[in-house]
């Protein structure tokens, strides 16, 4: 089977529209998709978030809100303090990259149709609190985050019953987040006075 494979002046608008750095990097994990078989779109999509998955500061230092937007056939990721963008062909992709952003820091995600008008929105506030622990989807498993720091887990089983115990131990509250980010449940492990 002949596979594309994607170079930084023949490659789809989606990477082509992303600066330099993270273009490359795209590229460099689609085409590793596209060879191991992967449907062309779903390859872009996994490109493009596992190359932006440690970009940290295009979407602007002082933002105070991440959203997310359909355009005609893609979704937008972008901020209310930066000019860059960043497109995916799959909502789903999209909105793991959007609540990893939010997530890292520790701001909301804000889902708009195309007319700007909110569809969904979720707060992440966990990071710097010194009495709950989360257990949140990561682009490899699952985080185990609290105040005394991260643990990684390939599974949310094993995620969840080291989480269960980590919180009873620091007498923190549990809480447990859906793969997109929001919040599913909260266990209280604190003591309330």
């Not at 963008?85 to 995600?109: H, K, M, N, Q, W």
């Amino acid at each position: 089977m002949n596979t594309p494979n994607w170079t930084t002046t023949d490659c789809p608008p989606a990477i082509a529209s992303l600066p330099v750095a993270i273009r490359r990097a795209a590229l460099r994990y689609a085409n590793a998709e596209l060879e191991g078989g992967r449907n062309p779109e779903r390859a872009l999509s996994f490109g493009i978030a596992r190359a932006m998955a440690t970009d940290d500061d295009v979407l602007g230092e002082d933002a105070t809100g991440i959203f997310m937007q359909p355009t005609d056939a893609a979704w937008v990721i972008f901020s209310d303090a930066g000019e860059e963008r960043y497109t995916f062909t799959d909502y789903e992709d999209a909105l793991r990259r959007a609540g990893e952003i939010a997530r890292a820091r520790s701001l909301p995600l804000v889902v708009v149709n195309g007319e700007g008008g909110v569809i969904e929105s979720w707060e992440f506030s966990h990071t710097g609190s010194d009495n709950e622990l989360h257990l949140q989807p990561s682009t490899d498993g699952w985080l185990v985050n609290g105040p005394d720091g991260l643990a990684e887990f390939v599974t949310r089983k094993e995620g969840f019953v080291a989480a269960r115990k980590r919180a009873k131990e620091l007498d923190v509250d549990l809480v447990i987040h859906h793969r997109g980010g929001a919040v599913e449940r909260r266990t209280r492990f604190a003591q309330t006075a």
